[in-house]
T-cell receptor, first 115, second 115 residues
Framework: DADVTQTPRNRITKTGKRIMLECSQT?????MYWYRQDPGLGLRLIYY???????NKGEISDGYSVSRQAQAKFSLSLESAIPNQTALYFC??????????????FGPGTRLTVL | AQTVTQSQPEMSVQEAETVTLSCTYD???????LFWYKQPPSRQMILVIR??????QNATENRFSVNFQKAAKSFSLKISDSQLGDTAMYFC????????????FGQGTRLTINP
């Protein structure tokens, strides 16, 4: 079984709809991240969380919100989807503390299309 | 803020040839990590190689090696004896040594290995 899972894997929705992307991990990691991938822009950080009570904005958080329901679950929500949020979304996890190298492990990605 | 630049949007070589992908970055930090990630058509993010900035020796992983030039802030990836399975998008990425350890990605280089 995969250590980092994302649901759904693909989603098509309409402008104005609320949508939630979910990420679960069985690695026991404290840190979780949401990235967005666009052609020609690489991956950019949306939000990250170091534990259930510690959530931080990343580079491009506008239009998104997150929820860390448990150590193993980190959800990304689009309250009112718009077409320029069409992208590939990745969840990643890593361990801590920050005194050593902490590899980020990526989920399989969610392809989101907003019509 | 850190930035990562990949100036080659696409590259194409013949199987068994050697290919070098370029990456430059900008940071005021002295300690950090640099990475190359591979993203095949399956879209999974796969860590290819990692370099610690405090290590002068260039990292190698089988057919993959890097040329790390800290003063020039350059971090290129060399793939020797290229194989059809190396066809993928390659991303260069930067991570701070401490703190949030967020990944900052370049725009990506699409590499095609031709038979």
């Amino acid at each position: 079984d995969a250590d980092v899972t994302q649901t759904p894997r693909n989603r098509i929705t309409k402008t104005g709809k609320r949508i939630m992307l979910e990420c679960s991990q069985t690695k026991g990691h404290d840190r979780m991240y949401w990235y967005r991938q666009d052609p020609g822009l690489g991956l950019r950080l949306i939000y990250y969380s170091f534990d259930v009570k510690d959530i931080n904005k990343g580079e491009i958080s506008d239009g998104y919100s997150v929820s860390r329901q448990a150590q193993a679950k980190f959800s990304l929500s689009l309250e009112s989807a718009i077409p320029n949020q069409t992208a590939l979304y990745f969840c990643a996890t890593s361990t801590g503390p920050p005194s050593s190298y902490n590899e980020q492990f990526f989920g399989p990605g969610t392809r989101l299309t907003v019509l | 803020a850190q930035t990562v630049t990949q100036s080659q949007p696409e590259m194409s070589v013949q199987e068994a040839e050697t290919v070098t992908l370029s990456c430059t970055y900008d940071t005021s930090e002295s300690n950090y990590y640099l990475f190359w990630y591979k993203q095949p058509p399956s879209r999974q993010m796969i860590l290819v190689i990692r370099q610690e900035a405090y290590k002068q020796q260039n990292a190698t992983e089988n057919r993959f090696s890097v040329n790390f030039q800290k003063a020039a802030k350059s971090f290129s990836l060399k793939i020797s004896d290229s194989q059809l399975g190396d066809t993928a998008m390659y991303f260069c990425a930067f991570m701070n040594y401490k703190g949030a350890q967020k990944l900052v990605f370049g725009q990506g280089t699409r590499l095609t290995i031709n038979p």
